[in-house]
């Protein structure tokens, strides 16, 4: 099968390599769509250490059961799927102690190492806890996108408590998880402003219902966001970009009792707060990891229809042009979710 391999730093290469064999627990898929992640752009560029060469990256795959192993039960032939990222063991302390399993001790991320190969090749495998059955009415490539959008997901419902049409929501970061944390705050019909400085994000997330777009280096953002919000502050703050500003700035717009979820990641990176805010708005601040495991209750929202998700999807390419993918999703915001399509 053809396989994309991360070899290096800047070095990846599309090889023949033999398909792989399905263990008795693991089914094989056909891979349909497999999403470009800024994790993935990160490690080719050197910028994320994640990974450990070589690797089969891809944690955002959808596609067809071609073959199952003798002791899948759930699972069949002909089936069509997406694969949580990771798999947890199931016996360390904090998978024992009812603790989430985005919190496993143990847990295998998938697209990151040899052994543990993600999406983007003909064929990967997967073990039947990670699986779900993508719901009918949605697409391979829509269906690619339950990563990503489960990271919004779990930090807006999981972490954060949710979101309700009387919240007041501002997202920082309009990358492709910002902006579908935008489409899943407007799934719950609570208004959104964007925060972002690069003009075409701004103008895609007000194509994709957000109610406001402000960008953070022209003028104060505090009063753009006090007038968005009939001067009280926003009751909900999804940090999606890692920035240090963008970090320090959501205790500035927050309100009073507001929540502010970080989910953005930049490495080993220490920013000032300014806690006081923090104290005398009496806000709470949570951390949020990933895509949390939580794929199917954004399955279920995606194939409702509420919004259309697939919007993000700005580019495609075939596994043979990835290198062009990695390339233009390496730019400054002139694409959004890249898809390539083996
Ligand atoms: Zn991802
Ligand atoms: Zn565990």
Redesign the pocket.
Known sequence: MKAAILRDVNDMRVEEIPAPEPAADEVLVRVAACGVCATDVNMWRGTNLEGTFPFVPGHEWAGEIVETGSEITNFAVGDRVVGEVAE?????A??KGGLPPVS????RYYGFSWQTPGGMADYCTAKEPRLHKIPDNLSYEEAALVEPVSIGYHGVWETAGGVLPHDRVVIFGGGPIGMLTLLTCKAAGAPAAMVEPHPHRRDMAQELGADAAFDPLEGSLEEQVLEFTQGRGASLVVECSGNDAARAATLDVVGFRGRIVIIGIRANRTVPLELDKFVFKEVTMAGSDGSGFVFAKPLELMSRRVVDFSKVITHRFPLEEVNQALELGAGQGESSKIMIVP
């Open positions: 947890t063991c199931g016996v360390c904090n998978c496993c001790l143990n847990v």
